[in-house]
């Protein structure tokens, strides 16, 4: 019995090494396919943040009586209404244009091309000579080839004739006149292709509005509430969530100077009647 079991097992493997090239073939593909999607797919990166929501004392606003009698009151929270403050469309249109996020520079390569974020980073700059209206609501593309530390070609689609411009010098594209110049490091990219992305800001500002996640603390009677965003460049998610932590402070420091204003009026409205 155990010889047949032996003889069995035996004629089983030998069958599997009549077909010992598939297997190698298979294990070397999915050995190159493991260190191709490790080289060359994009990580997501994290940044997150905490902001603390502090009670509001009472009688800060003209209307706290009205809310106390549940007059003109929504049913929400401090918390919900922070988060809204927080998630606003301005908030993140104000972040894509502080950031310039709707200018993007990407190095092309032969498998994936690889965006610059660090603007000290860049090879070169550019400057858009068409009001800021028109460029905000732009949405085009470019290709510049760097010749040297003086010129480069230039293509407005990819499969464009190249036009060979110096630094410095005004030239016509889809979205009017631009100028580029180079940066420090422009000779570290001789003969490198660089893509240019614009983008309408609204679009980007409700892009990244979707992408970060608002939330207040799971804990109970928690007054914090958490950010986060995931984002290939690690540095801009940093930036983007500091932006909107700075702009809300900005927006709540304005907010309380409206109340004291409105409050200050008040008062000397009603003193005036009384004398």
Same mark, same amino acid.
């Given at each position: 019995?155990? $010889? ?23 294990? =070397?593909?999915?050995?190159?396919l493991a260190v191709l999607y490790l080289r060359y797919s994009v990580p997501e990166y994290s940044a997150t943040a905490k902001i603390q929501i502090l009670?509001?004392?009472? #009688?800060?606003?003209?209307?706290? =009586? ?16 922070? %988060?809204?403050? !927080? ?8 972040? =894509?244009? *502080? ?11 032969? %498998? ?19 009001? *800021? ?7 085009? /593309? ?5 010749? /040297?530390?003086? /010129? ?13 411009? #110096?630094?410095?010098?005004?030239? $016509? ?6 100028? !580029? ?11 490198? *292709? ?6 309408? =800001? ?11 996640? %608002?939330?207040?603390? *799971? ?21 983007? %969530? ?28 009603r003193i005036a009647e009384i004398y």
């Amino acid at each position: 019995m155990n $010889n047949n079991k032996e003889l069995d097992l035996k004629s089983l493997l030998q069958g599997y090494l009549k077909h010992w090239k598939w297997f190698a073939f298979s294990g =070397v593909i999915c050995v190159a396919l493991a260190v191709l999607y490790l080289r060359y797919s994009v990580p997501e990166y994290s940044a997150t943040a905490k902001i603390q929501i502090l009670e509001e004392s009472s #009688g800060t606003s003209e209307l706290s =009586v009205l809310d106390d009698l549940n007059i003109f009151s929504s049913g929400k929270t401090q918390m919900e209404d922070e %988060i809204e403050l !927080i998630n606003a469309r301005d908030n993140f249109v104000r972040i =894509v244009k *502080d950031l310039g996020l709707n200018v993007r520079f990407f190095l092309l390569g032969n %498998i994936k091309d690889a965006e610059i974020y660090n603007r000290k980073e860049l090879p070169l700059s550019i400057n858009f000579l068409s009001n *800021d209206s028109i460029i905000s609501n732009s949405k085009s /593309s470019f290709f510049v080839k760097i010749y /040297s530390e003086t /010129s480069f070609g230039f293509r407005q689609k990819e499969d464009n004739p190249e036009k060979r411009i #110096g630094f410095g010098e005004k030239f $016509n594209t889809e979205i009017g006149d631009i100028i !580029i110049t180079p940066n420090e490091n422009v000779s570290s990219f001789k003969n490198r *292709d660089v893509r240019i992305a614009i983008s309408p =800001v609204n679009d980007l500002a409700d892009y990244y509005r979707k992408k970060v996640i %608002i939330k207040a603390n *799971d804990t109970k009677f928690s007054n914090v509430i958490n950010l986060s965003l995931e984002d290939p460049i690690e540095s801009r998610a940093v930036d983007i %969530i500091n932006s909107l932590i700075n702009i809300n402070n900005s927006n709540a420091v304005s907010d309380k100077k409206a109340i004291a204003d409105r409050t200050t009026k008040f008062i000397n409205d009603r003193i005036a009647e009384i004398y």
